[in-house]
């Protein structure tokens, strides 16, 4: 079983930047991809950006050229910068980790507005 926090939401103005952290741990050994996922309000959960052990990324086509996923397989911690912000960009973030199953954090809340 798999233990994720993440770390980092808030209130930030459009056009700022913001990163988000995920720390990982309990089975860490047995976690492939790594990534974030966010739920605005009344909206289903999306993909923001996934990341691959070995660092290969992909990303929701709402953040490509504005945010950016990265990991610390020493630290079982995947990252995500996220700069340009837009008020859209409002959600609660959530991290994910997949192994036989999915495992989800508890979301962080970033609020995009003046």
């Known amino acids: 079983q798999v233990q994720l926090v993440e770390s980092g939401g808030g209130l930030v103005q459009p056009g700022g930047s913001l990163r988000l952290s995920c720390g990982a741990s309990?089975?860490?050994?047995?976690?492939?991809?790594m990534g974030w996922y966010r739920q605005a309000p009344g909206k289903e959960r999306e993909l923001v950006a996934v990341?691959?052990?070995?660092?290969?990324?992909s990303y929701g086509d709402s953040v490509k050229g504005r945010f950016t996923i990265s990991r610390d397989n020493a630290k079982n911690t995947v990252y995500l910068q996220m700069n340009s912000m837009k008020p859209e960009d409002t959600a609660v973030y959530y991290c994910n980790a997949r192994t036989t199953r999915d495992n989800w954090g508890q979301g962080t809340l970033v609020t995009v507005s003046e």
């Open positions: 990341i691959t052990p070995g660092g290969s990324t």
């Open positions: 309990g089975s860490t050994f047995s976690i492939n991809y």
